[in-house]
């Protein structure tokens, strides 16, 4: 055997060796290792990935790769990419929001009665094309505050949203609000804290309405993430990761500790998804990724 070979072979051991030894560790399990180890999930999280971290691959290429991850699905993608993940044995895991005249995202939404008109008839049309797909979850957003009470924006989410949870509610499509920072990415952002959003999901009283709990900005805004998880998991249908500060890997060069994350959503008793939502700044956007679902494979 040449020389070349053996160095290959040794390689290779010792690859998977500090893979074992990461993952008994709770470890991030280095991207060399993972390159040359094929790890089978354990299966307590069901493993997604967020479409637009990844507008550099093409949605082929990112479902191909995915599958042979251990990712189920595919988050935020609209009506015309969903024969897409389907080819690939995957789902859509949360269907994206519809837009009607600037309405309908992050800034401008349910928290202003005078946009409810063309957000019921977007959202009608957009549940009906999640529940044609065979898919289950939907995002919206309260919109901006805007110079708007934190409560009357509250009571205006329940009255907009209300006429449309029927309709949710029959085509059994559950509608996630997410939950985002707006100290850092979002400014003035309405639904910033869990307690909010928790309040807004209580009011409405439906089986079809619940929270997006991204970790990534609750950590930005009020940390604790494993007690709040633990606390206020009944509200909660779908996380979203990314690491602290930047977005990033959610490896060590970030401040929260994902193993011990999961381990607290595994603990509730969670049946739902886990999508990875953060920016790899690695060359090599898909080994980022491959990284982030074994480190959360607890």
């Not at 040794?10 to 990461?22: S, Y």
């Not at 609209?78 to 929001?97: A, I, Q, R, W």
């Not at 979203?240 to 603990?267: K, S």
């Not at 969670?270 to 920016?279: C, L």
Request: proline share 3%; hydrophobic share 35%; net charge neutral.
């Amino acid at each position: 055997m040449s020389a070349r070979m053996n160095r290959r072979s040794a390689l290779k051991t010792m690859a998977g060796t500090a893979a074992a030894v990461a993952a008994a560790s709770s470890l991030p399990v280095s991207l060399a290792a993972q390159e040359t180890s094929a790890v089978k999930l354990k299966g307590r999280i069901r493993h997604s990935a967020c479409r637009w971290c990844y507008s550099g691959i093409s949605l082929d290429d990112l479902c191909r790769a995915g599958k042979e991850m251990g990712l189920e699905g595919i988050d935020l993608l609209n009506p015309n990419e969903f024969d897409t993940v389907k080819k690939y044995g995957l789902v859509c895991t949360m269907v994206s929001n519809p837009t009607i005249d600037g309405l309908g995202g992050i800034t401008r939404a349910w928290n202003r009665v005078e946009h409810h008109d063309k957000l019921v008839q977007a959202y009608e049309q957009r549940i009906k094309e999640t529940a044609a797909a065979g898919f289950e979850r939907l995002i919206c957003f309260s919109g901006n505050r805007d110079g708007l009470d934190d409560e009357q924006g509250l009571e205006n989410c329940v009255i907009g949203l209300k006429r449309i949870l029927p309709v949710a509610e029959k085509y059994k499509v559950t509608l996630c609000m997410e939950l985002l920072n707006s100290k850092r990415n979002h400014r003035d952002y309405m639904c910033d804290h869990t307690a909010w959003g928790v309040e807004l999901v209580k009011r409405l009283s439906s089986e079809r309405f619940k929270l997006l709990y991204d970790i990534y900005h609750m950590q930005i805004m009020e940390g604790d993430i494993c007690d709040t998880i633990r606390e206020n998991h009944q509200y909660i249908d779908h996380y979203h990761t990314g690491g602290v500060p930047g977005r990033n890997e959610i490896d060590e060069t970030q401040e929260l500790n994902y193993p011990r994350i999961m381990q607290a959503i595994v603990a509730t008793g969670f049946k739902g998804y886990v999508a990875q939502e953060f920016v790899p700044r690695r060359p090599d956007k898909l080994a980022s990724l491959r990284q982030a679902i074994q480190i959360c494979d607890v």
